[in-house]
């Protein structure tokens, strides 16, 4: 498993890591995802830490906190070879303090975490969305008091708009304060507005990406086919709505490159997603998940290998899309790239 920095701290993440969503799912969402027990959930995590994937990521939202808890259980003996990220902000109740990012929710939510993790530290915690009513200052400083504490180790966002974690980034930086040092986005063949300009701050600012839903929220498994129906089985009929939407039209023109690029590579249709996914520019890890141990090991497959860059570049082609503005009037210019510094 390729070991990668993420950002600019000392965390070294593995290029792939497991979404616990799956696990003890509830819920009209979550259910649909999966209804992982802990004896299954034990052997999920003992393949992943086979095969060097050591990151599981999970959130306080997921099933009303039992996907932590599954987790939690999952792992234990084991907590000293995996690396757990969880995030927190969505809400959790009705409550004033049930939702956001301030002083007292992020206190709490950190301790109910821990304990549903059965663990004494967080080595990542994400913010889970922009909270607009807290102030940066407070929530920096609660952050700072987590990590002093050692109940966090390192910390970044979720979903937040540039301006915001640019924000973050320069106040915690006046203040000697601990930085953000992940995003976690929704990046795929299907959905590319990352590159835009989350991709770019980034990679000048230091911020590794991590990467939810990279197979279009269940649409590049290579069951969707052009002229076919949705099959019967899949959970797009129950979840749709819920996850990013996608364009018809762009999604059969990038199925149709990736099943033609998997024949000729040897590969699966999401292993191709994945991989073009994993030599994409500032993407420290890709998240990964599934229901058993079969989706496990073929989403495993991504790594190992690489795409040729001439099917990289019909992959680009096909998901290229018009970037919205202000991006758009300066990508048709040649020579955009050169606005820029080198995403590394």
Not at 24 to 44: C, I, K, M
Not at 45 to 54: P, Q, Y
Not at 66 to 93: D, N, Y
Not at 141 to 149: E, I, K, P, S, Y
Request: net charge negative.
């Amino acid at each position: 498993m390729d070991i990668r920095q993420l950002g600019r701290s000392g965390l070294r993440v593995p290029a792939l890591s497991f979404g616990a969503g799956t696990f003890g799912g509830t819920g009209p969402l979550f259910s649909n995802w999966g209804r992982t027990d802990v004896a299954e959930a034990r052997r999920l995590v003992e393949i992943c830490l086979e095969a060097g994937v050591t990151l599981f990521d999970t959130a306080d939202v997921y099933s009303d906190g039992r996907s932590e808890e599954v987790l939690g259980a999952a792992l234990e003996g084991l907590r000293e070879r995996a690396l757990i990220s969880t995030k927190t902000a969505l809400p959790t109740g009705e409550g004033p303090n049930e939702w956001g990012v301030s002083r007292a929710r992020l206190v709490g939510a950190v301790d109910a975490a821990l304990r549903r993790l059965r663990t004494d530290r967080i080595d990542l915690m994400q913010l889970h969305a922009f909270d607009g009513s807290t102030p940066v200052d407070e929530l920096l400083h609660t952050v700072d008091t987590l990590v002093r504490a050692g109940k966090v180790l390192h910390w970044g966002v979720s979903n937040y708009p540039g301006w915001a974690l640019m924000q973050l980034l320069e106040r915690a930086d006046r203040h000697g304060l601990p930085r953000p040092v992940v995003h976690q986005v929704y990046y795929s063949l299907v959905g590319r507005d990352y590159e835009w300009d989350l991709m770019p701050l980034g990679a000048r600012e230091g911020v590794g990406a991590m990467v939810w839903s990279p197979l279009g929220w269940g649409r590049l498994t290579g069951k969707i086919r052009r002229g076919a129906p949705l099959p019967e089985g899949s959970r797009l009929h129950e979840t749709a709505d819920f996850g990013p939407p996608v364009d018809e039209a762009l999604l059969y023109d990038v199925v149709d490159v990736l099943e033609a690029v998997a024949a000729e590579a040897g590969r699966s249709v999401p292993q191709v997603a994945l991989a073009w996914l994993l030599a994409r520019p500032t993407v420290a890890s890709v998240i990964v998940g599934a229901r058993n141990e079969e989706q496990l090991r073929q989403n495993l497959g991504a790594v190992g290998w690489s795409l040729g860059a001439e099917q990289v570049a019909r992959l680009d082609a096909a998901s290229t899309r018009e970037a919205a503005y202000p991006a758009f009037p300066y990508r048709r210019q040649e020579g955009f790239a050169r606005l820029f510094p080198p995403l590394v």
